[in-house]
């Protein structure tokens, strides 16, 4: 039985959270799966394309007014799972890995990404304000997804988790390949 790179999280998540192995390709695979069956492609393309840093989601997030800290502004949050996808499902960024020793995925990265996405409210406030019309809140959404796709999911959620899809797809039939 593996561990991952810590012991707890700073919410309540089930023991085997903590004890399953091989979580950077697991997510991957759960990632490649929403790609390759739902609907989120179009929009991670282009909000991977985009780079204004103009702020107005950080004025206008309820989260960031209160701590005020770096990792609750909405654009900041969203590039931890903009960047795995820049990486992993775009021509540039396969080609770029390729070439150069870049970014890659890491126990240590996923733990970061499950602290930042369970903060966010998702409530969708930061895109009225976004004049590119990015949607943190779906960004959120499908982060929040394939984080319990490796079981790391609060346990408050585990009731929900058992009721939702957020896409419709099935794994067995996915064949998106990684670079
Ligand atoms: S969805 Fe809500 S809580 Fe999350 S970043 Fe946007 S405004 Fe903040
Ligand atoms: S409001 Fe939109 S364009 Fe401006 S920093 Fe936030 S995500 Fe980027």
Do not use: W
Not at 73 to 89: G, Q, T
Not at 124 to 136: S, T, V, Y
Not at 146 to 158: F, H, N, R
Request: net charge positive; charged share 30%; aromatic share 10%.
């Amino acid at each position: 039985m593996g561990t991952t790179t810590r012991d707890t999280y700073s919410y309540y998540v089930e023991q085997k959270a903590l004890d399953v192995t091989d979580r950077p390709r697991k997510f991957l695979v759960a990632f490649a799966a929403v790609l390759e069956h739902g609907n989120y492609s179009s929009a991670l393309d282009i909000y991977s394309r985009l780079s204004t840093k103009c702020g107005r989601c950080a004025s206008a997030c309820q989260l960031y007014e209160a701590t005020q800290e770096e990792r609750d502004i909405p654009c900041h949050r969203s590039e931890l799972l903009l960047r795995v996808y820049r990486r992993y499902f775009t021509q540039s960024g396969i080609l770029k890995a390729r070439l150069t020793r870049g970014f890659i995925l890491t126990d240590d990265y996923l733990d970061e990404m499950a602290d930042e996405y369970y903060r966010c409210t998702a409530c969708r406030r930061c895109k009225a304000f976004c004049p590119l019309g990015i949607d943190h809140g779906l960004v959120t959404h499908l982060a929040r997804y394939l984080l319990s796709e490796i079981d790391v999911i609060p346990k408050a959620l585990l009731r929900c988790r058992r009721s939702r899809t957020p896409v419709s797809f099935s794994r067995k039939n996915s064949r998106r390949s990684m670079a």
